[in-house]
Nanobody, 123 residues
Framework: QVQLVESGGGLVQAGGSLSLSCAAS????????MGWFRQAPGKEREFVAT????????SYADSVKGRFTISRNNAKNTVYLQMNSLKPEDTAVYYC????????????????WGQGTQVTVSS
C-alpha cells in the first residue's frame, strides 16, 4: 500500500502561482512513477502531468504545458506540481497518484490515489 496526501491548494487570482505537494508513505516511493490529475465540477478526471521513478522523464497535458512543472524528491518521498500563470479553467480538485508500471496519462494505470486538494483560480 502507498498512502498519498496532497497539500498546497488554495485560492489564487488569475496569473498567480501555487505549488502543490504530495507526500507518500508506505511502500518504496522511488519504485513508483507519479502523476497529477484534476477534476473540475461536472467534468471527468483529466491528466495533468506525470514523472518517472528517477525524475528524468516527464510529460504534460497540452493545456498546462509551459505553465506547470512536475518534480519529485525521492529522499523526501514527495512529488510536487509547480503551477504558474494560473487560469480560471485550472480550477479543480487536484489529485496525485502512484503507478507501479511507469509513467502514463491514463488514470487506469495508477494504483494509488490521494484524497485531493482544491485549487480555485479567480478571474
Amino acid at each position: 500500500q502507498v498512502q498519498l496526501v496532497e497539500s498546497g491548494g488554495g485560492l489564487v487570482q488569475a496569473g498567480g502561482s501555487l505549488s502543490l505537494s504530495c507526500a507518500a508513505s508506505g511502500r518504496t516511493f522511488s519504485n513508483y512513477a507519479m502523476g497529477w490529475f484534476r477534476q473540475a465540477p461536472g467534468k471527468e478526471r483529466e491528466f495533468v502531468a506525470t514523472i518517472s521513478t528517477g525524475g528524468l522523464i516527464t510529460s504534460y497535458a497540452d493545456s498546462v504545458k509551459g505553465r506547470f512543472t512536475i518534480s519529485r524528491n525521492n529522499a523526501k518521498n514527495t512529488v510536487y506540481l509547480q503551477m504558474n500563470s494560473l487560469k480560471p479553467e485550472d480550477t479543480a480538485v487536484y489529485y496525485c497518484a502512484a503507478a507501479r508500471y511507469g509513467t502514463s496519462a491514463s488514470a487506469a494505470s495508477y494504483d494509488y490515489w490521494g484524497q485531493g486538494t482544491q485549487v480555485t483560480v479567480s478571474s
